[in-house]
T-cell receptor
Framework: GQQLNQSPQSMFIQEGEDVSMNCTSSSIFNTWLWYKQDPGEGPVLLIALYKAGELTSNGRLTAQFGITRKDSFLNISASIPSDVGIYFCAGQLDSNFNKFYFGSGTKLNVKP | NAGVTQTPKFRILKIGQSMTLQCTQDMNHNYMYWYRQDPGMGLKLIYYSVGAGITDKGEVPNGYNVSRSTTEDFPLRLELAAPSQTSVYFC?????????????FGSGTRLTVV
């Protein structure tokens, strides 16, 4: 299967700090998605990216579709305690088929 | 709005037992998926379906079976449970690729095989 390398694996930050995480692949993807998973719940879609170079925001979250189409980035500004969770990237190889490969996740801990 | 509903939420199985994980969605989505999530790992695709009567293998299908007799339901069957199948299982659904690509996930079934 496809390998998506997500980093960092985990982060411990102070409330109010900004956060950056990224996802890289050896394959070119047509779509990148970013999900957040709260403990005991399924992942919830945060941001979807459809074009190389695209920059999209959702509140304090901003994600970018890398120019090479092999990577994507997620930034969270002014973190708050409810940002705690696991963030997953997911990439789609074939735009004709709705099948995504997931990264292993970045676990975010925010200290109040 | 129920979205994607999975049952049961938790289950403990003995080695060699069988069970069916249920998944139903009320969004009239064509596509449905089963993923497993091992501790500290990402999601691995087990099986998927692009519509009623059509299923196909994902990355890790061994030890599982699926069926899709209706648009709403996509059960996952474990025939002979093994400790390696201890995991959290997520069902998801989505519309076709020409619309919003995002999956809607259920809240998961935590399965332990002892």
């Amino acid at each position: 299967g496809q390998q998506l390398n997500q980093s960092p694996q985990s982060m411990f930050i102070q409330e109010g700090e900004d956060v950056s995480m990224n996802c890289t692949s050896s394959s070119i993807f047509n779509t990148w998605l970013w999900y957040k998973q709260d403990p005991g719940e399924g992942p919830v879609l945060l941001i979807a990216l459809y074009k190389a170079g695209e920059l999209t925001s959702n509140g304090r979250l901003t994600a970018q579709f890398g120019i090479t189409r092999k990577d994507s980035f997620l930034n969270i500004s002014a973190s708050i305690p409810s940002d705690v969770g696991i963030y997953f990237c997911a990439g789609q190889l074939d735009s004709n088929f709705n099948k995504f490969y997931f990264g292993s996740g970045t676990k975010l801990n925010v200290k109040p | 709005n129920a979205g994607v509903t999975q049952t049961p939420k938790f289950r403990i199985l003995k080695i060699g037992q069988s069970m069916t994980l249920q998944c139903t969605q009320d969004m009239n989505h064509n596509y449905m998926y089963w993923y497993r999530q091992d501790p500290g790992m990402g999601l691995k695709l087990i099986y998927y379906s692009v519509g009623a009567g059509i299923t196909d293998k994902g990355e890790v299908p061994n030890g599982y079976n699926v069926s899709r007799s209706t648009t709403e339901d996509f059960p996952l069957r474990l025939e002979l449970a093994a400790p390696s199948q201890t995991s959290v299982y997520f069902c998801a659904s989505s519309p076709p690729p020409d619309r919003n690509y995002g999956y809607t996930f259920g809240s998961g079934t935590r399965l332990t095989v002892v």
